[in-house]
């Protein structure tokens, strides 16, 4: 029956085209605003190499400071190395702990200062390769004896390796300067999208080695570094959260006349997106946004789409009588509109995805864009496994029987309430 009526509604699409492409069209603007908007989010909190292991990591960014004597917020930071050892380093729940810097800028350049250029950098430790999953094309990223050892060796991406080499297998065991520092290159790996914002760099090197000068202020309990805690499982992190609180009363301890205040890190990543500065980020607020603005972009054209169901089903006020004098009942009748219009849903949605991704490509600095990188205007990537996800898709899917409910749904049933003389006589 459902294939019956999918054939009769291709029927009445060719018959009035005018009709079907304004539902079709008003479906494909909902759906590819929307979609654009999932991507946005998807970007922000899905797991997607290197990042693989977001559902199962804390972040620690901020180190607020504040005096024993009156708990007076003085200040707000990232953390120093003082601080993620004492507090961060030595954990012994979760499956790894990596301290990393903020994405930096440094000259990058071939011995001699040739092929000279401002590249993106990032100072971790050894555990962040094991937080964060890369693959690795040739050669081997430094470990913790390199790290103690403060010894110069660099981790050149693919694009990076191409450019000052040539060639990504031939970098490797090469030197390079950063600063006019000398490192030797020890691994290149795959390039990392700028929507991986915790992993994104061009070269990594041993924080040890960087020239970052430390902040003697307030016991030096901020400085230049982040902490990314990676969980066995997500369940863990109670236990985790637990743990960090005992280090950091200890810390505390240690301290003469500052404390540190960590305002409920270590944050899952959805919270982490919206902490800046003091203060715990309104993730209700967010989320209820989100929810908001989508609902928003399913009932304005559903509205209007609703209109022009109910003026064609007027139209077929006489077809609906003759159905309901032979037996037909109206859940039967109501189906029937149902499906036709999903056709026309369905259609829509697919030109919606289309539309969304055009819309991406188009306007990927304000969809993806992200405040992440502090001004250092990086563009955003269009990331392939983002498009297509299959739970995009599935949520494109939903999105597109949600809006055939609300548009379809009110016009079926008041069209199959019509009584049979007054619907066969249309009046």
């Known amino acids: ?11 009445l699409l060719k018959q009035n085209l005018l009709f079907s492409g304004i539902s079709i069209v008003g479906t494909a603007l909902s759906i590819s605003l929307i979609m654009m908007l999932v991507v946005a989010v998807q970007s922000r909190i899905m797991n997607y190499g290197p990042e693989a292991n977001r559902d199962r990591t804390l ?14 917020n003085n200040g707000n930071g990232y953390l120093s190395l003082k601080t993620a050892d004492a ?4 954990l012994k729940t979760p ?7 903020p994405l930096q800028t440094r000259l990058a350049a071939l011995p001699g200062g040739v092929k000279a250029m401002r590249c993106n950098t990032l100072f971790t430790d050894e555990q962040f390769w094991q937080v964060f999953r890369f693959h690795t094309i040739s050669g081997r990223v430094y470990d913790r004896a390199d790290l103690d050892a403060a010894i ?16 990504v297998h031939a970098a490797v065991g090469k030197t390079i300067t950063l600063d006019y520092h000398s490192f030797t290159v020890c691994a290149v790996v795959s390039d990392v999208s700028t929507l991986a914002t915790d992993a994104f760099a061009q070269i990594w090197i041993p924080y040890t080695t960087a020239q970052i000068r ?21 369940a863990d992190f109670p236990a985790i959260r637990a743990e960090v609180e005992q280090r950091v009363a200890v810390y505390n301890a240690s301290l003469r006349e500052y404390e540190l205040n960590l305002r409920s890190q270590p944050d899952t990543k959805i919270v982490e997106i919206g902490r800046f500065g003091p203060g715990d980020p309104d993730t209700t607020s967010l989320i209820v946004g989100l929810i908001f603005t989508i609902m928003m972009l399913l009932i304005v054209p559903a509205v209007n789409i609703s209109g022009l169901t109910l003026s064609r089903i007027y139209q077929r006020m006489p077809e609906i009588g003759v159905r309901r004098a032979y037996g037909a009942t109206r859940m039967e009748l109501m189906q029937q ?4 219009n999903l056709l026309l849903s369905l259609l829509g949605g697919v030109l919606g995805i289309v539309f969304s991704y055009a819309g991406i490509s188009l306007c990927r600095d304000w969809v993806l864009g992200t405040t992440a990188y502090f001004g250092m205007h990086i563009k955003p990537d269009m990331e392939i496994s983002l498009l297509l996800n299959p739970w995009a898709l599935l949520f494109a899917v939903l999105f597109c029987l ?12 008041r069209g199959a309430s019509v009584g049979i003389v007054k619907a066969i006589s249309n009046e």
């Not at 972040?59 to 007076?72: F, L, N, P, T």
């Not at 430390?214 to 997500?234: D, Q």
């Open 152 to 167: 110069h060796k660099a981790v050149l991406s693919a694009g990076m390796a191409r450019t000052l080499f040539g060639d």
């Open 337 to 340: 509109i149902l499906t036709e």
């Open 95 to 101: 499956e790894a702990v990596s301290i990393v810097s």
């Open 87 to 90: 507090c961060f380093r030595s």
């Open 59 to 72: 972040y620690v960014k901020w180190a607020g400071i504040q005096k024993k004597s009156d708990h007076e």
């Open 402 to 413: 949600i809006l055939n409910l609300l548009s379809a749904g009110i016009p079926a049933w």
């Open 1 to 11: 029956m459902i294939t019956l009526y999918l054939k009769q509604a291709w029927q």
């Open 214 to 234: 430390r902040n003697p202020w307030a016991e030096e309990i901020s400085g230049n570094y982040k902490a990314f805690i990676l969980a066995h499982r997500s």
